[in-house]
C-alpha cells in the first residue's frame, strides 16, 4: 500500500495561505479607505445641494412676506395708507370687516427654522420687510431677480431683506399673476 505523508507539504500551503490572507487584508483596507472618500465626497455634494435648496426657499418665502406687505399697505384706504405692526395682521387683516388673508401662515426661516424674523420696522413699529437672522454665507452671490437685485454680492443672509418701498415698480410675469 502507497501512503502518502501530508505534513512534508504544510509548511508550503500554510505559508501560501497566510501570504494570501495578507493581501486579502490590504485590499480591504483600500476598498473600506476608497469607501470613506467617497461617502465624504457625497456628503459634501449633499451638504451643498441642501444649502442651495434652503436658498431658493428663502427666496420664496421672502418674496411671499414682502407681498404680503405690499398687499396690506395697498389695501388699506388711500387717505390713511399704513402698513402692518405685527406680522399676524398678514394672517387677517384687522381692518377688515371680512376675512382678508395676504399669507396663509406665518412662513418659518428656512435657514434657521424658526418663525423668527429680522423685521425693518419704521418710526411707529410699522413693519416694512423682512429678513433672515442667519449669519452664514451665502453660496449664491449673483444672478438675482429684479426684484431682489439688490442682494448682489451680499455677505451674509440677514443682509437679504425683503422689504416693501411704496411707489416701486411691480412686475407682473406672463400669466398675470403677482
Known sequence: MLTFDISHYLPYINGREKRQRG???IGLLILIATMGVMLALTGDVWHVAQ???KELELLFVGDQYRRAIDQFYENSPPQA???ATRLEELL???RQPGTQRYLRKIYPDPITGTTQWGLVK????E???VHSLSEEEPLKKGNFSLANANFEGKKMYSDWVFIHA???VRITPPGGRK
Open 23 to 25: 493581501f486579502t487584508y
Open 51 to 53: 444649502k442651495r435648496e
Open 81 to 83: 395708507r399704513r402698513y
Open 92 to 94: 387677517k387683516d384687522p
Open 122 to 125: 419704521g418710526p411707529a413699529g
Open 127 to 129: 413693519i416694512y420687510g
Open 166 to 168: 411704496p411707489g416701486q
